[in-house]
C-alpha cells in the first residue's frame, strides 16, 4: 500500500511539474496548504490560488523512515530523515524525480527513492 502511494505521489510531482500548462488538481477534502492528510502515507493535493503540496512517507528496509513534502508550485521538498528537517530544490532530471541543496540530495523514479548525504546513502528504498 505505501508503494502504490509514493508512486501516486511522485507520479503526480513529476506531473505537475513537467506540465508546461497550469493543471488545477483539487482534493475536495482539502481546503488549504495547511490541511494535513489524516495518515502521514496519504497523499493531499491542494490547488486553486495556493500551492500545490504533495506529501508522501516511505520505509526503508531497516525501518527507516522518510517523510517528504512536495511544493509543485515552488519546485522544492521538504525532506525530514532522523527528526533532521531538509529543504531541496528540485533539479530536472530525465525521468523521475531529482531534488538537492549542498549536502543532501533526493532521487527517485518508480517505487524506488534514494537519499544521499555528501554523496553517501543514507536511505534507500
Known amino acids: 500500500m505505501k ?3 509514493f ?3 511522485a507520479a503526480v510531482a513529476l506531473l505537475l511539474t513537467s506540465c508546461k500548462k497550469e493543471n488545477k488538481v483539487t482534493d475536495s477534502t482539502s ?5 494535513v492528510a489524516s495518515k502521514p502515507t496519504d497523499s493531499a493535493v491542494v490547488a486553486g490560488n495556493q500551492d500545490e503540496i504533495v506529501k508522501s512517507t516511505s520505509k526503508d528496509s531497516h525501518g527507516k523512515t522518510l517523510e517528504m ?3 509543485n508550485t515552488k519546485n522544492t521538498a521538504t525532506v525530514v530523515f532522523n527528526n533532521e528537517t ?6 530536472k532530471p530525465a525521468s523521475g524525480i531529482w531534488y538537492k541543496n549542498d549536502h543532501y540530495e533526493l532521487r527517485g523514479k518508480g ?3 534514494e537519499l544521499t548525504k555528501d554523496g553517501k546513502t543514507v536511505f534507500k528504498k
Open 3 to 5: 508503494k502504490h502511494i
Open 7 to 9: 508512486i501516486a505521489a
Open 31 to 35: 481546503a488549504s496548504v495547511d490541511s
Open 69 to 71: 513534502t512536495f511544493n
Open 86 to 91: 531538509i529543504e531541496l530544490q528540485g533539479q
Open 111 to 113: 517505487e524506488e527513492i
